[in-house]
């Protein structure tokens, strides 16, 4: 049994339907990827995942209970953890509360793992009592993944994290997102960057127009012809 199992997921906004019949797993400890063209679904699928869209049919099951249906607040308890694209951090609190915030539905902040974070994250520690808003960007992904890493949840869902990182940060964040994962976390990816994401990956989902066109590992959706034609740039 996976850890997460989507199963004829369809979703979309209000009678906005966009995902349809949607299959996708991830197993405990594995690291998986959704790429595809541009409006095809991925976030939408990712939202879905956290109870951020309207649910329109099919399951959602995560540690052998049906989450399709839970608000974000009942799915983090869950243990499921969420770094959206934007809106990912609190600017006007400093690191520290941004950090803290993470840990909100539990009765004190955990210091073992505010240390693990600011060990994965050097320069979250040094800055830990600038404002949040002033951070650069590279450094307010790594403190929005640190925030959603305080509770430590056994998936963790990441929406093109390297999105707007200058290109010498891209490889960096792709990095830290590995040893998230050989820590024991498993990893839910949608990316832009679909090359690099397909080569760290396990597996690998290609979505196209909200359904399912290829599913495989990572190398072997690489290294497959009609993906790299129609969505790898040849
Ligand atoms: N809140 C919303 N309300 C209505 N429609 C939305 C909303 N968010 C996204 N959409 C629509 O859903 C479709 C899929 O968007 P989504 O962001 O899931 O695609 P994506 O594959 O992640 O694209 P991108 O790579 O461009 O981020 C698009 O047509 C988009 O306009």
């Known amino acids: 049994m996976a850890l997460l199992d989507v199963d004829g997921l369809d979703a979309g906004y209000g009678d906005l339907q966009i995902v349809e019949n949607v299959d996708l797993a991830v197993d405990a400890g594995e690291y998986v990827t959704i790429v595809g063209p541009n409006g095809a679904g991925k976030s939408t699928v990712m ?55 993470g840990a909100y539905i539990l009765d004190e902040v955990p210091q073992d793992r505010l240390d693990r974070i600011f060990n994965r994250f050097p320069i979250l520690d040094e800055r ?17 993944m640190g925030r959603a ?29 590995d040893q998230i994962n050989e820590a024991g976390t498993s990893i839910l990816l949608v990316e832009q960057n679909a090359k690099e994401a397909l080569r760290r990956c396990s597996r690998g989902y290609v979505l196209v127009q909200g359904q399912n066109r290829y599913v495989d590992e990572g190398d072997a959706l690489l290294a497959d012809e009609q993906v790299r034609q129609d969505f790898l740039g040849g």
């Open 47 to 101: 939202k879905s995942i956290f109870g951020l869209t309207t649910h329109m049919g099919g399951s959602i099951t995560f540690s052998d209970e049906e989450i399709s249906g839970y608000r974000p607040e009942d799915i983090i308890t869950t243990g499921i953890g969420y770094v959206p694209q934007n809106g990912n951090i609190f600017p006007s609190m400093s690191v520290m509360e941004n950090l803290e915030m």
């Open 128 to 144: 830990r009592g600038q404002t949040a808003g002033d951070l650069s960007g590279g450094q307010q992904q790594m403190l929005a």
């Open 149 to 177: 890493l305080m509770l430590d949840p056994d998936l963790l869902l990441l929406d093109e994290p390297s999105a707007g990182l200058a290109p010498d940060l891209v490889d960096d964040m792709f990095d830290r997102i």
